[in-house]
């Protein structure tokens, strides 16, 4: 957790400054969601086990290949989706999620219309490719976050 704290703190980058976060746009129910989702937070977006090292000698998110700028809760909200993806229940994913400061200082309104978002995109691109397991895990990750919510088919 201390690692998407660090990265939380970085200042976004002047070259960051066009990189608006807009993959989960399509996903929201309307525009007026959308300002849940913006922010000028430098975001990592593709929180995965394979892009969080951790060693002896330290810890470091690595795989910068999708930045963008939004919402700072964005991050651990993707980390909740991976964690619960791994095994662990939403209320222990929210709970290590917790321990980040844009978690801990984020609306929970606009965690919801995240997670709302992110169990539709989810589902699309696991119905694209069916074949595909791990994409129907992450779709059920989201699936079982949204319901820890409260978020019901219909939304919000």
């Known amino acids: 957790m201390d690692l998407l704290n660090r990265a939380a703190s970085l200042e976004l980058p002047d070259v960051a400054r066009g990189?608006?976060?807009?993959?989960?746009?399509?996903?929201?129910?309307?525009?007026?969601?959308?300002?849940?989702?913006?922010?000028?937070?430098l975001l990592h977006t593709d929180i995965n086990p394979s892009n969080l090292v951790v060693?002896?000698?330290?810890?470091?998110?690595?795989?910068?290949?999708?930045?963008?700028?939004?919402?700072?809760?964005?991050?651990?909200?993707?980390?909740?989706?991976?964690?619960?993806?791994?095994?662990?229940?939403?209320e222990s994913a929210e709970g290590w999620a917790a321990r980040c400061t844009a978690w801990a200082n984020a609306d929970p309104k606009a965690i919801d219309v995240f997670a709302a978002a992110d169990l539709r995109m989810h589902r699309a691109i696991a119905d694209q490719r069916p074949d595909q397991a791990w994409l129907r895990a992450m779709a059920e990750a989201a699936q079982a976050w949204a319901d820890r919510r409260g978020i019901t088919e219909a939304g919000l």
């Open 19 to 41: 990189w608006g976060e807009d993959r989960w746009d399509a996903y929201v129910s309307s525009e007026d969601e959308l300002t849940f989702l913006r922010g000028d937070a």
């Open 55 to 90: 060693g002896d000698a330290g810890a470091w998110l690595i795989d910068w290949s999708w930045p963008t700028r939004g919402a700072a809760f964005i991050d651990p909200a993707c980390f909740v989706v991976q964690l619960v993806s791994v095994g662990h229940s939403p």
